[in-house]
């Protein structure tokens, strides 16, 4: 049984580009939610996706926005980055839009993203 | 909406040493409380959480934590800490109508000393 996978590892972008982070959810899972973490902070909730759809949003705006594929992986996408969007971002997988109360929630180790 | 307080960000102990971490927190409604460790370079993983009834909650690798609805605390407690349990713990609560948005506190750094 593969756990939670997130690529890359480490980013660095330049503020106002793009960014996309990946995340592959554990075999069985079939719902993926981001988190971010900053620095000295605890994980705060972007959004979660179940069968491919946003089911809840945390207060992040617009241009934080996701994707989930027909083999439950996932995409988080932020558009114009800012400096404060540098932080470890989090990907966890789940059954059936479970949160984060499940001893089933499973979380990957992160993507730390740098914005100089 | 609810929030919750780590006092300590940097706990250290002496192994085989007892040891507490604070969490208060506060919810105009009833809550459910978590705890969740983040060994370096991975994940949260939970701990234990308290949805109802027995105010003692035991969890994996040792460790409980008790739930004072007067002093609103759910402290995490270990009678005897060892070298692997050196990493971050943090402690969340949910409202009980939504499992999904869980706020986390800013987290506890246990390290255990040798």
């Known amino acids: 049984e593969t756990g939670v996978t997130q690529s890359p590892t480490h980013l660095i972008k330049t503020r106002g580009q793009q960014v996309t982070l990946r995340c592959s959810s554990q075999s069985g899972h079939n719902t ?4 971010q973490q900053a620095l000295g902070q605890g994980p705060q909730f972007i959004f979660q ?4 759809e946003e089911n809840g949003r945390g207060n992040f705006p617009p241009r934080f926005s996701g994707l989930q594929f027909p083999n439950y992986s996932s995409e988080l996408n932020v558009n114009a980055l800012e400096l404060d969007d540098s932080a470890l971002y989090l990907c966890a997988s789940s059954l059936d839009g479970r949160g984060p109360s499940s001893y089933g929630y499973t979380f990957g180790s992160g993507t730390r993203l740098t914005v100089v | 909406a609810q929030s919750v307080t780590q006092l300590d960000s940097q706990v250290p102990v002496f192994e085989e040493a ?3 971490l604070r969490c208060n927190y506060s919810s105009s409604v009833s809550v459910y409380l978590f705890w969740y460790v983040q060994y370096p370079n991975q994940g949260l993983q939970l701990l234990l959480k308290y949805l109802s009834g027995s105010t003692l909650v035991k969890g994996i690798n040792g460790f409980e934590a008790e739930f004072n609805k007067s002093q609103t605390s759910f402290h995490l407690r270990k009678p005897s800490v060892h070298i692997r349990d050196t990493a971050e713990y943090f402690c969340a ?6 499992y999904q948005k869980v706020t986390f506190g800013t987290g506890t750094k246990l390290q255990v000393i040798p």
């Open chain 1, 32 to 35: 993926v939610s981001w988190y």
């Open chain 1, 49 to 52: 996706y179940y069968r491919e």
């Open chain 2, 18 to 20: 007892p040891v507490e």
């Open chain 2, 93 to 98: 609560v949910s409202d009980s109508g939504g």
